[in-house]
């Protein structure tokens, strides 16, 4: 009635025969549509505070350490270049695969240690996150993105572990493709939050 | 494909716990959420009857709870609100429905990810049992209004509740983990697994507004998140994002938070008109009217309800400026909604009506709906909404508009699809008495609010008698109490016929209804794994009564040309 009839002719579905299992990189990216919307309210939160107080930083508070944590950034930036190498080596070589996504999760442990030392000065010299606006949404927004980036570096472990294992049996698995991606959101957003947090 | 297959083999012989408990099938995780969503709706249920009782008769004390000062008050709104929006709307229309419908009507085994299925009901749970547990803790639970609006939620100081507020947030957050595993689900599964020739034009209308739900669900819940841990921060540890004396803005909540309540709305909205849309029809004999349209509908009033927001906030201090453009938005998005009601009830016209129990209930959602939409549009208008703001002209609209999607067509649905959830036909005389009650009652709690709120009588103030010009409206409370009460007692047809049919009812065929999606080509209820072979779909969902067929209803399966294959 509403119209002409298709797919019975070959074609589209014909080689879907039954249903196929869920598609993890379809799930994750519906999933980080709803990400970028949490971090674009906590960034929203951010640029109000910060109109609305009248000087920013604000006089007698700790400055951000600019170029230290640009240091700390880029075993972040590099994590993404090593998630990509993974992904090159995992249907010709696990071994090699395996080795890739450790270093990963490695410098994204690394990032995540250098930043904790980092708020650690930054509490010793008094910016805490009940002295302002400055110091809660420093502390909101960075560790907001410290936590996602913990949290993808436990999945990664999990890979690399259950690759060393062989749980892996389908090197073509699109879930490490959809852990991939994810690792890549946390490290491409960083970029924006050091830009906006640190440097304005 | 040999793996899925073995992994249905195996699971026809799980142990009880794996099958009914911790169950991955989408049919039974559907079933659960209704349980739970069915159990909190009467705890939100008795709240109200409670706190209405306290509004007609102010001195007297309170049955099943005693005398009921402001902060006792207070604490029963703001969870009636709480339950009812977030622990009944959501799980019923969401996840029962759409958990229940959505692999069936497309053609698929189950959910795209069982298990993350698995993991959104039980996380659900968890944040039911969190938000239970604030009313016993010290200090009591929440009395900041459902909104939770600071400063007042912001500070033990204000409230006294420290634990209450936040469980409350603690528990809002498990909800919205919960759906947001279930929306990706719901998303995925429409995207990967449609049966073949199940293209999106061929989608049933519930599908495609289920998952124009969840996406503004996804989309919104974003920056709701972001603020409740905002909150929770000002309030354990000493930030203060939302405090004005210490540099902080209110207003921000507000804006957080309706950026994500209003679209809430459309979240409820969207599957309880898919509901009615899907039972029009069958009872009409009738295709629906204007398929694609409504679709397109849809899809405009998803985009609208991202931004109307700020019609919550007319009153709240927002630039005059800003509200004109929200306020026409606002009015915009009345438009795809009329157009949906138009076509419903076009859909209506000169068909072969027969009044069973669903299609009295999704009547009478209609015709609800409609009284709440259009005192929407008085809302709406920022002049208007200065005077009927924070009034209870307000509580009647939002009864007007949730009440019909959640509960007329709720129960639509249950009606509708129970043979299809437990293989047995509900009772329909108990159906039509417990509609003729429920439609009764409603409206006799709710017209005597639009009317108390046209008198300029406040929400939130926990007595009548606390201010002489509220006395003359006393009477209308008593009216709306009694109804209300009435409306809650009226349930007992609806408990007595869920129970009893699953236990005595008769045995349901495939098709009782003779519908032609593709749920009732298999058993009632379908088998794990819902079908033996993947169907093939080739037409629409609304095939009935076409000219020169010999019967007036074409499944989706059967051949294009030619009969109907008996099923």
């Given amino acids: 009635m509403y119209e002409k009839p298709i797919g019975l002719n070959g074609g589209r579905y014909a080689e879907a025969e039954s249903p196929k299992p869920g598609d993890p990189v379809v799930g994750v990216l519906i999933f980080l549509a ?157 970029p924006i939050l050091y830009a906006l947090v640190y440097l304005s | 494909m040999a793996q899925v297959a073995v992994a249905h083999a195996a699971e026809h012989e799980l142990g009880f716990w794996r099958k009914y408990v911790f169950a991955t099938d989408h049919k039974v995780i559907a079933k659960q ?73 497309i053609g698929a085994g189950d959910m795209a990810f069982p298990r993350l299925n698995m993991a959104s009901f039980w996380v659900f749970l968890v944040g039911c049992v969190v938000l239970l547990a604030s009313l ?82 996804l989309l919104s819940v974003g920056p709701l998140v972001a603020g409740a841990i905002m909150l929770l921060l000002d309030r354990v540890a000493g930030t203060a994002f939302f405090l004005p004396h210490r540099g902080g803005d209110p207003l921000l909540w507000q804006h957080l938070f309706w950026f994500f309540g209003h679209p809430e709305v459309y979240v409820i909205a969207l599957p309880g008109f898919g509901i009615m ?43 005059p400026r800003l509200a004109t453009p929200f306020s026409i938005a606002t009015i915009a998005i009345s438009i795809p ?28 959602g209609l015709v609800t709906f409609l009284l709440g939409g259009v005192t929407g549009i008085f809302l709406g208008s920022d002049t208007a909404d200065i005077y009927l703001h924070d009034s209870y002209f307000v509580v009647a609209h939002f009864h007007y508009t949730l009440f019909p999607v959640v509960f007329f067509a709720g129960f639509a649905g249950i009606y509708y699809w129970y043979p299809k959830m437990f293989g047995k036909l509900m009772s329909e005389t108990l159906g039509r008495v417990h509609f003729v009650l429920t ?25 009548p008698m606390a201010y002489d010009l509220l006395k003359p409206l006393q009477p209308l409370h008593v009216v709306a109490t009694v109804a209300t009460i009435g409306l809650v007692l009226g349930q007992l047809p609806f408990i007595v016929n869920f129970v009893m049919s699953m236990l005595w009812g008769e045995k349901a065929a495939a098709n009782p209804w003779h519908a032609n999606t593709l749920e009732w080509t298999v058993d009632s209820p379908p088998p794990h794994g819902n079908f033996a072979h993947p169907p093939v779909v080739t037409r629409g969902p609304y ?25």
């Avoid at chain 1, 010709?92 to 994204?108: E, I």
């Avoid at chain 2, 309800?305 to 201090?317: R, T």
Wanted: aromatic fraction near 16%; charged fraction near 10%.
């Fill in chain 1, 34 to 190: 709803s990400e970028t919307m949490f971090f674009a309210g906590l960034v929203t939160a951010f640029l109000v505070s910060r109109a609305a107080s009248l000087d920013w930083p604000p006089l007698g508070q700790p400055r951000l350490p600019v170029l230290a944590t640009a240091f700390n950034s880029a075993f972040l930036l590099a994590s993404g270049f090593t998630m990509w190498r993974a992904l090159q080596d995992r249907r010709c070589d696990q071994a090699n695969f395996q080795r890739w996504v450790a270093v990963t999760a490695g410098l994204g442990a690394i990032f995540l240690a250098l930043q904790g030392v980092e708020w650690i000065r930054l509490l010793r010299f008094g910016l805490k996150a009940s002295s302002g606006l400055y110091g809660a949404t420093f502390y909101t927004i960075v560790g907001a993105h410290a936590l996602h980036v913990a949290a993808a570096v436990a999945v990664l472990l999990l890979v690399a572990l259950r690759a060393r294992q062989r749980h892996l049996a389908d090197p073509a698995w699109r879930g490490v493709t959809a852990c991939a991606i994810y690792w890549w959101f946390v490290v491409g957003l960083w």
């Fill in chain 2, 33 to 105: 959420y209704l349980w739970a969503a069915l159990l909190m709706a009467l705890i939100g249920g008795l709240m109200a009857a409670m706190f209405r009782w306290q509004l007609a008769w102010p001195d007297a004390s309170v049955p099943g709870w005693g005398p009921m000062g402001p902060q006792d008050y207070m604490v029963m709104v703001t969870m009636h609100g709480t339950i009812m929006v977030f622990f009944v709307a959501m799980p019923i229309l969401l996840g029962a429905f759409g958990n229940l419908v959505i692999p069936l009507m």
């Fill in chain 2, 136 to 217: 016993v803790v010290p200090g009591g639970a929440s009395p900041a209004g459902w909104t939770g609006y600071p400063p007042l939620s912001d500070k033990v100081e204000f409230t006294g509740s420290f634990w209450g507020i936040n469980l409350w947030i603690l528990g809002l957050a498990l909800e919205f983990v919960g759906f947001l595993l279930g929306g990706i689900n719901f998303l995925t599964t429409v995207v990967t697994l449609r049966t073949r020739g199940m293209t999106m034009w061929r989608l049933p209308l519930i599908v495609w507004q289920e998952i124009a739900a969840v996406a503004i669900f």
């Fill in chain 2, 277 to 319: 849309q899907e039972i029009l029809p069958v009872f009409a004999r009738k295709p629906t009217f204007g398929y694609r349209t409504i679709i397109w509908c849809t899809v405009v009033a998803c985009f609208l309800s991202l931004i109307v927001w700020a019609h919550h906030m007319y009153v709240s201090g927002i630039d």
């Fill in chain 2, 337 to 364: 909604f009329a157009i949906m009601i138009f076509a419903m009830i076009a859909t209506l016209w000169r068909g072969s009506i027969s009044f069973e129990t669903p299609m009295l209930f999704s009547l009478g």
């Fill in chain 2, 439 to 463: 439609f009764i009652f409603f409206n006799a709690a709710f017209i005597p609010l639009f009317m108390v709120g046209l008198a300029g009588g406040p929400r939130r103030i926990y007595s």
């Fill in chain 2, 543 to 567: 095939d009935y009564s076409m000219p020169g067929a010999k019967d007036d209803w074409y499944p989706q399966t059967a051949p294009f040309s030619g009969q109907p294959q008996e099923t």
